[in-house]
């Protein structure tokens, strides 16, 4: 038996100057066999190949980045530690982003404005090519920074500059979608309970119900029910909504978390679901809708095809096709009982 | 006025060679002044830095990662796609790779071997120092490979290979907490309601409870409720552990979404909360705890402890300083009103 000399015996990872000497070929032709580069012959390509795929060699991107001037990376920077909203966000990202080969970095900023800069700090020494910045919130907020070497883009939270490039749901379209749903199953004496006012999806879907309601011609039972995104709230109103009109046959709510709770409260109060009052949520945050009593017809706002399309203009600006301003993703009507 | 030739000027990316230039020194003393390396005089060393301040000089980590031979970043694979156990993980995680200024790709198998495989090979392309493999159940699970060029640590899923180094939940811990503090409060006839027997948490949830309970001269009440982790089960077992032991005063349930279940179902069976039957979940899952009715009292299992320490044992790892093995994280119990 002759003594094993390969690299992977010697327990080091085979670089390139190995596949090199397996196929007899020169250093520089054995990386611009492996890169696609260069004019050489297609039998010299294979044997390089071939050889690599012997040795089990894997090409170091990061020595590859040196010669693009590209890492291949980006960073993600999220507000969302909670990852609710993020982690569907970075799902699509992902997947948009293995289609170029590139790999994400992820940063939890925490919503802490002296993390963020940390992290982008971090980001940039790292070069790279671009950075999503994806919020939980739709509110606008601060940009990243000024006159950044890299192309940036929002998800799901806009920058206030509008010549930012931004990613976000399609608030006005999820009022519209759930208010037609309710006015098609009959309702006419329809409500709306949601978040917060100083939220702006919790104001914006409110306008949006409105004029959706319009449209058929019909008026908002009470004035919008603003308050927070938990179900104590969800319960507490439906209780408020019954006594001052007890003639409410549906309900549209800001989110999952306020229409389970409003549920739960209707359904104690001794009103059948959904004969007498149909309920619809906006999130289709499975946990929940499924977990309700019905379990909740919502609008899904499309998360991941939020961070999709993120990636693919973050990708299109690493190439040089920055397209800035506004892109809305629509959503969808996910229907279960309720 | 004279014209400006700095780099930020011609909108290019400032580069150590103009860090050089600007101190006088050569390319190699500005390095090592940068690097921290190599012996040079203070005068120089801080003549360099200060030009390098000047001109807004971001190293290159890419550049030094070529020098030191570590690229200081980590891969975490999460099989976890909800994010729900491994965001804690992560963030607990990255908490204890900044400290080593190093920084995470994020890579999600979706619980798919082949999805993480392709991940493996891509992190190993990338030359990251280490891995650490963020699971969401406690099963063990196959190792990601043999013969990695970098060291890995598991986080809550562990390796099935007892040389790997994992970092585990103190399941039976759990159960210990929670039956001590139903004791505590008075309980005698307590009840184990939980998720499907084919997970081990479950499995060793429900072992560690009866063996708890011996310990204070008490045995279960009935036999273990083996289900789903859906309240839809906690609710349908309430019912059924209520006809079965209507002396029942005591209910550790396997999780908060079989817990908050659970409370829904005595509640509405007439049962005072927390006044007749005391209840203990387990995950500290804020959105569920908080929001069942009462509150609940659960164990937390501190799953941002557990990233952390991956991450300090990950880094002891790459250098040079592996501590293969069982590393278990306590829990800790969080009294709410259940």
Same mark, same amino acid.
């Given at each position: 038996m002759t003594e094993d000399l390969s690299p992977q015996a010697a327990g080091r990872r085979v670089g390139i100057a190995d596949v090199a000497a397996r196929a007899g070929v020169s250093l520089g032709t054995a990386s611009k066999a492996l890169n696609g580069r260069g004019n050489l012959r297609e039998e010299t390509r294979a044997r390089v190949r071939a050889a690599a795929e012997e040795l089990g060699f894997a090409p170091n991107t990061n020595a590859r980045s040196l010669l693009s001037?590209?890492?291949?990376?980006?960073? @993600? @920077? =999220? =507000?969302?530690?909670?990852? &609710?909203?993020? @982690?569907p966000v970075? !799902?699509?990202?992902?997947?948009? %982003?293995a289609a170029g080969e590139m790999i994400a970095f992820l940063c939890d900023s925490r919503d802490d404005p002296i993390r963020e800069q940390h992290h982008l700090r971090k980001l940039l020494e790292r070069r790279v090519d671009g950075i999503i910045v994806a919020g939980r919130r739709t509110d606008e907020r601060r940009p990243l920074g000024r006159d950044l070497p890299v192309p940036v883009v929002y998800a799901l939270a806009p920058s206030s500059d509008p010549d930012d490039c931004n990613v976000v749901s399609d608030e006005r379209g999820a009022a519209r979608l759930a208010v037609d749903h309710l006015v098609k199953t009959g309702r006419r004496r329809i409500a709306h309970i949601t978040g917060p006012h100083s939220h702006a999806s919790a104001r914006e879907r409110a306008d949006a119900t409105i004029e959706a309601l319009a449209g058929h011609g019909l008026r908002l039972v009470g004035e919008p029910y603003f308050g927070s995104w938990t179900e104590a709230w969800g319960r507490f109103a439906a209780a408020?909504?019954? !006594?001052?009109?007890?003639?409410?046959?549906?309900?549209?709510?800001?989110?999952?978390?306020?229409? !389970?709770?409003? =549920?739960?409260? %209707? &359904?104690? *109060?001794?009103?059948? %679901?959904?004969?007498?009052?149909?309920?619809?949520?906006?999130d289709n945050w499975a946990l929940v809708a499924e977990a309700a009593r019905p379990p909740l017809t919502t609008v899904d706002l499309g998360l991941e095809e939020i961070g999709r399309r993120a990636a693919e203009l973050l990708i299109a600006a690493i190439d040089g096709h920055p397209q800035p301003g506004?892109?809305?993703? *629509?959503?969808?009507?996910?229907? &279960?009982?309720s």
């Open positions: 001037g590209r890492t291949f990376t980006v960073g @993600i @920077i =999220t =507000t969302d530690s909670y990852g &609710r909203f993020s @982690i970075m !799902r699509g990202a992902e997947d948009s %982003l408020q909504l019954l !006594r001052a009109h007890p003639d409410v046959d549906g309900v549209f709510c800001g989110n999952d978390v306020v229409a !389970r709770g409003v =549920t739960d409260g %209707l &359904r104690e *109060a001794g009103v059948s %679901l959904p004969m007498q009052v149909g309920v619809v949520g906006v506004r892109h809305v993703v *629509a959503g969808h009507l996910v229907v &279960r009982e």
